[in-house]
């Protein structure tokens, strides 16, 4: 699980934007990019060429 306080001051690395954790709990969404990055072993993965588009 990733602590409020990382999730707080973590930003999308291709617009600088808020990222939220999505349902699942697995990843986190920028909306204004429509972009996942995934969560490995409670480490967020912020690497835009692993990120996941959304639909």
Not at 2 to 9: A, N
Not at 23 to 44: A, H, M, V
Request: aromatic share 2%.
């Amino acid at each position: 699980m990733i602590k409020k306080e990382l999730l707080e001051i973590l930003a999308c690395p291709q617009c600088k934007g808020q990222v939220k954790l999505n349902d699942q709990q697995d990843g986190l969404i920028c909306e204004k990019c429509r972009l996942l990055y995934e969560i490995r072993d409670d480490i967020p993965i912020m690497l835009i060429e692993e990120a996941q588009k959304l639909d």
